[in-house]
Every structure is written in C-alpha cells, then in structure tokens.
C-alpha cells in the first residue's frame, strides 16, 4: 500500500516536521495538587503550566526544556525533563534538516542519504524519547493522566517517511 506518492514524499517530510514542532507532544492535567489544580501543554521547544487555585504558584508559566529541567535539579522529575530537553534537540536536528532540505531540495535530494528517511528516522527517534518522557513524567511527577498529541504524530509521520515508495 502506498500513502505517499514519491514525489510529494519531500514536501510531507517537510510540513510532517514543522507540524510535529509546532504541536504539543504531550498535555497533562494535574488535580489535587497543594489545594489546587495544573495544567501543562509541552511543545518540543517550551511548556505552557497553567495553575488553579494555588496561592504559591504563577497563573500562567513558560518555559523553555533547558529551564524547565534546571527548575526540576534535584528532584524525582527531573530525569523527565532531561529526556524532554534530549527529545527537543533531536527535534531542533530535524527542523533544521528540513529548512535545508526546503531551501536547498535538488542538492539535498542529491546527497548520499535520503532526506525523506533521515527525516522519518529523526521524527521516529524523537517519538522514541518522548515517549519516554512521558513515561517518566507521569511515573515520577505529578499525578495525572498524560495525553501524548504529538508523540502519537511523531510515530504516524515516521513511519509513513520511512516506508515511502521513493522512485
């Protein structure tokens, strides 16, 4: 069965990136925590925690992985937020690759590695790690249940990249 015809395989490897950057890989609803309750959307690049009724804590919090795990030091979470900040720069290599791979698609497509595997390989790994993430988010963090949006994305993208038809 073939998803992707060949020559649209570049185009979808680059749009499938900028999607999986721009979406949330994973959102977790919090209650019960200190009298109240907190919401985090988690992109690859930043995080967004919304906190309810919770005198010690801002509304409204941003931050980027790097932060996010030194805030983190020293607690059960933090190996979360390493595996969070180890899945953005694999993120960051991927982006990076397909702004190449956009501007500079006949010298790419050239090149001795295929840009739609690479791609599909790099969306899978980082599948992979935030998967993992996850994983020790909920385990080691706050109570709740996550939801993996774009882990989910990831996956979906990799494989359809990595089992294209490329002519």
Same mark, same amino acid.
Request: one cysteine or more; glycine letters at 10%.
């Given at each position: 069965m073939v998803w992707v015809r060949s020559k649209?395989?570049?185009?979808?490897?680059?749009?499938?990136? =900028?999607?999986?950057? /721009?979406?949330p890989w994973n959102v977790m609803y919090s209650p019960n925590i200190?009298? !109240?309750?907190? /919401?985090? %959307?988690?992109?690859?690049?930043?995080?967004i925690r919304f906190a309810w009724g919770i005198d010690v804590a801002q509304r409204v919090v941003f931050s980027d992985p790097l932060s996010a795990t030194a805030f983190q030091a020293g607690q059960s979470i933090a190996?979360?937020?390493?595996? =969070?900040?180890?899945? *953005?720069?694999?993120? *960051?290599? *991927?982006?990076i690759f397909s702004i190449v791979y956009y501007r500079r698609e006949e010298r790419v497509e050239a090149g001795p590695v295929d840009p739609v595997r690479l791609t599909g !390989?790099? /969306?899978?790994?980082?599948?992979?790690?935030l998967t993992a993430a996850t994983y020790l988010?909920?385990?080691r963090g706050f109570p709740g249940i996550p939801i993996p949006l774009? %882990?989910?994305l990831l996956f979906v993208?990799? !494989?359809v990249l990595l089992t294209v038809e490329r002519a």
């Amino acid at each position: 069965m073939v998803w992707v015809r060949s020559k649209h395989a570049g185009a979808l490897s680059v749009v499938a990136t =900028w999607l999986c950057a /721009l979406l949330p890989w994973n959102v977790m609803y919090s209650p019960n925590i200190a009298g !109240g309750s907190l /919401l985090f %959307v988690r992109f690859p690049f930043f995080q967004i925690r919304f906190a309810w009724g919770i005198d010690v804590a801002q509304r409204v919090v941003f931050s980027d992985p790097l932060s996010a795990t030194a805030f983190q030091a020293g607690q059960s979470i933090a190996i979360g937020y390493q595996a =969070w900040t180890f899945g *953005a720069a694999v993120m *960051a290599v *991927a982006v990076i690759f397909s702004i190449v791979y956009y501007r500079r698609e006949e010298r790419v497509e050239a090149g001795p590695v295929d840009p739609v595997r690479l791609t599909g !390989g790099l /969306l899978g790994l980082t599948g992979v790690i935030l998967t993992a993430a996850t994983y020790l988010l909920a385990t080691r963090g706050f109570p709740g249940i996550p939801i993996p949006l774009g %882990v989910v994305l990831l996956f979906v993208f990799a !494989g359809v990249l990595l089992t294209v038809e490329r002519a």
